[in-house]
């Protein structure tokens, strides 16, 4: 059995990653906190519309590439890394195979980068709903078309996403499956909490290589080798979680609930500790408005309680185990 990537996924996460590097840089980053147009670049999501990564999980008659949530995964992570404004979990990992069901809508607009999607599980917080031409909800256990224009503002740590709260819930019930489409959310946000871990750790690394005290980089020193280390052993633990769960969801295995939490949980935890240790290491500096890394913070302090907590997560992982064993 083969366990790893094909080498066309490697590439087309190259290739993300590469986009990505260029244009979203901590400065793109930093701009969509501003508040001044929208929280994501238009531009920018047209390029990976036209890549295809919007529509991966599109059928290729409805003009998306007919992937899988293994293909997919790389690509979120990819954004994480980047920490990239937008809701592309949201759109490209729930909202596309949803409306890919529809016998109507705005499905076309999506795959190309024309429209954006987002998905919430209670109305009474969207995340990146401001910027939304499509909104999806949870609302009495099944999935809604929401309308957008009746969102009211809310407050959030991660400004960029925009959060808003609807007052009307008058959109078409969409035939789906609820609990498949949080699934997809809790492990589409999993993957970008690796590559949010990623980045932090290799920006740690990049810091503490020339930050100097008494002479010698601060990174010379046994204490702080050893906390970047655990951070590092914790996300490759993570990794595989999280591409097994990819494959469970993709394939449809009766186990996909647990490894998506399992997968969400240790992913959870490798970014809570390398966001923690790129604080200590950063020092002070690490505390200030001016300097980038509260973006990549912030953003991982959000998605730790993004579809489940770690706890809630725990308990279904528990319950899965407890239950297989009786």
């Known amino acids: 059995m083969e366990f790893g990537f094909s080498d066309e996924q490697l590439a087309f996460r190259d ?15 930093r701009s969509a906190w501003s508040g001044e147009g929208p929280g994501y670049d238009r531009g920018l999501w047209g390029t990976l519309g036209e890549m295809g990564a919007l529509g991966l999980l599109a059928p290729v008659d409805d003009g998306g590439l007919g992937l899988t949530e293994v293909d997919l995964v790389l690509v979120l992570e990819e954004s994480g890394r980047a920490a990239l404004p937008g809701p592309l ?9 949803l409306l890919a069901t529809a016998p109507s809508g705005p499905l076309d607009a999506m795959i190309a980068g024309k429209a954006v999607a987002t998905f919430a599980e209670r109305p009474s917080r969207v995340g990146w709903g401001a910027d939304a031409d499509v909104v999806v909800v949870v609302a009495d256990g099944r999935l809604r078309l929401a309308d957008p224009a009746t969102a009211v503002p809310l407050a959030c740590v991660d400004r960029s996403r925009r959060d808003v709260a609807l007052a009307s819930l008058a959109g078409p019930v969409i035939d789906g499956d609820v609990e498949l489409a949080l699934d997809r959310a809790a492990l589409g946000t999993a993957a970008q909490q690796c590559g949010l871990a990623a980045h932090l750790i290799a920006a740690t690394v990049d810091y503490t290589a020339t930050r100097c005290q008494f002479g010698v980089p601060v990174g010379s020193y046994q204490a702080l080798k050893h906390h970047v280390a655990d951070a590092l052993l914790l996300l490759e633990h993570a990794r595989p979680a999280v591409y097994r769960a990819a494959w469970s969801v993709a394939t449809g295995q009766a186990t996909r609930g647990r490894d998506v939490s399992m997968a969400k949980v240790m992913a959870d935890r490798a970014a809570a500790r390398a966001a923690r240790v790129a604080l200590q290491c950063h020092g002070a500096i690490g505390y200030t408005w ?4 509260h973006l990549w913070l912030k953003r991982v302090w959000v998605l ?9 997560h725990r308990a279904r992982v528990a319950d899965a185990v407890v239950g297989a064993a009786r």
């Open 304 to 312: 730790e309680r993004a579809w489940g907590t770690t706890a809630q």
């Open 15 to 29: 290739a993300v990653r590469e986009l990505l590097a260029d244009a979203c840089p901590p400065a793109a980053v």
């Open 290 to 293: 001016e300097h980038d890394l």
């Open 89 to 97: 979990v949201e759109h490209a990992a729930v909202a596309v195979p």
